[in-house]
């Protein structure tokens, strides 16, 4: 029996066209996710932020706040899942531009600066294989007011850097008092001799 026609599956041009964005009520499933994963931090001693990356309604990525526990500053939620995301990509041999242009990153606090140029990079990338969409690439909670690099200390996804990447869209507000009240709880716990300068550097 012969396939009907347009019913092929597997290439990127079909995937393409089966993205749509996530509805809010969607949107609010995952952030409830991400919150599982950030009262996971909050258990082993860590910042409690957690992130999924979602492609096509499948994650590839679910990372916490790991610094602590590897000794690497570097080691934000994000950028653990990022990682994750790059590996599913070579495990599975997909193209690692389709995968960012149809994966939505949630995740319960405002990315920083470092993670929201990371963000920035990536959207570079698909902006020069020429798959650029209006998607709402990061959902987050609450506002990270101490390093927040989505507007609250600077904004990274819309701000005009030339040569760091490209613009992406960033929504927040998701489940925001959940957040919030996990990083509160960290914070009365965690040991005052904590580093408290602050440097606020002019854009
Ligand atoms: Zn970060």
Redesign the pocket.
């Known amino acids: 029996m012969e396939p009907e026609p347009g019913t092929g599956t597997g290439t990127a041009a079909a995937a393409a066209a089966a993205f749509r964005p996530p509805e809010r009520q969607e949107q609010e499933r995952w952030m409830q996710r991400a919150l599982g994963t950030a009262k996971e931090a909050l258990e082993n001693g860590e910042v409690p932020v957690g992130c999924l990356m979602v492609y096509q309604n499948e994650i590839l990525g679910q990372g916490r706040n790991e610094v602590n526990e590897t000794k690497n500053a570097t080691r934000?939620a994000?950028?653990v899942a990022i990682d994750q995301v790059l590996e599913w990509c070579g495990q599975k041999g997909r193209d690692r531009a389709e995968v960012f242009e149809h994966t939505v990153l949630y995740v319960t606090v405002e990315?920083?600066i470092?993670?929201a140029a990371a963000l920035r990079l990536l959207k570079k990338l698909l902006f020069l294989l020429n798959l650029v969409t209006d998607i709402p690439l990061v959902v987050f909670g609450c506002q990270n007011e101490r390093f927040g690099g989505c507007g609250s200390v600077l904004n990274i996804p819309t701000d005009d850097l030339q040569h760091s990447g490209a613009p992406f869209q960033c929504i927040g507000g998701y489940r925001a008092e959940e957040a919030v009240e996990l990083l509160k709880t960290f914070y009365k716990a965690e040991n005052p001799n904590a580093p408290k300068s602050k440097v606020r550097k002019k854009q």
């Open positions: 934000h994000e950028m990315p920083c470092m993670c």
